[in-house]
T-cell receptor, first 113, second 114 residues
Framework: EAQVTQNPRYLITVTGKKLTVTCSQN?????MSWYRQDPGLGLRQIYY???????DKGDVPEGYKVSRKEKRNFPLILESPSPNQTSLYFC????????????FGPGTRLTVT | AQSVTQLGSHVSVSEGALVLLRCNYS??????LFWYVQYPNQGLQLLLK??????LVKGINGFEAEFKKSETSFHLTKPSAHMSDAAEYFC????????????FGAGTQVVVTP
């Protein structure tokens, strides 16, 4: 089954404790992206990647890191989480080209206390 | 630069009534437009998309949307609401290049009442 998977689905952590949210897709998509969803703001892009070893900042990259060492994986790293990073996070992927839709993972709900 | 405005953060409709969700966009080039639905505790699922073919686009679950260039709109409709349509709906726009960034609206929460 074609899908984007994320782990963990739920995470409660404390300020400053490094964490990684994994994302994997099995559709051989070139493009992958991370979003955060906050009430009243819709989804905002954090980082995206156009292919292996090619990443770039989205609209809200501060406090986040990413890497793309393999085509299928695109982990999101919070090196020193803060309470304002409490949010719902989505990973997405799509093929390169005009008009292709993005496929979304199930989401990771992160709470930073 | 592209942007999306969804009118109404919450919409309440009666079961069997028309669902109308409004989306207006701005884009400096011909856009690609999408509607996504998010059911509780789930990720986003594509409802339909406009990619410069027919201006009236039919999607899943009986939804459709019409692209109106003169009004820069892409409103989503369904003739008869069902209880299972209760969800949050997002309009999104991307501009016409291979790596087009997807810009989302703030979302509209739909409540369906019996």
């Amino acid at each position: 089954e074609a899908q984007v998977t994320q782990n963990p689905r739920y995470l409660i952590t404390v300020t400053g404790k490094k964490l990684t949210v994994t994302c994997s897709q099995n559709m051989n998509h070139e493009y992958m992206s991370w979003y955060r969803q906050d009430p009243g703001l819709g989804l905002r892009q954090i980082y995206y990647s156009m292919n292996v070893e090619v990443t770039d900042k989205g609209d809200v990259p501060e406090g986040y890191k990413v890497s793309r060492k393999e085509k299928r994986n695109f982990p999101l790293i919070l090196e020193s989480p803060s309470p304002n990073q409490t949010s719902l996070y989505f990973c997405a992927s799509r093929s390169q080209g005009l008009g292709y839709e993005q496929y979304f993972g199930p989401g990771t709900r992160l709470t930073v206390t | 630069a592209q942007s999306v405005t969804q009118l109404g953060s919450h919409v309440s409709v009666s079961e069997g009534a028309l669902v109308l969700l409004r989306c207006n966009y701005s884009s400096s080039v011909p856009p690609y437009l999408f509607w996504y639905v998010q059911y509780p505790n789930q990720g986003l699922q594509l409802l339909l998309k406009y990619t410069s073919a027919a201006t009236l686009v039919k999607g899943i679950n009986g939804f459709e949307a019409e692209f109106k260039k003169s009004e820069t709109s892409f409103h989503l409709t369904k003739p008869s609401a069902h209880m299972s349509d209760a969800a949050e709906y997002f309009c999104a726009v991307t501009e016409g290049d291979s790596w087009g960034k997807l810009q989302f609206g703030a979302g509209t929460q739909v409540v369906v009442t019996p």
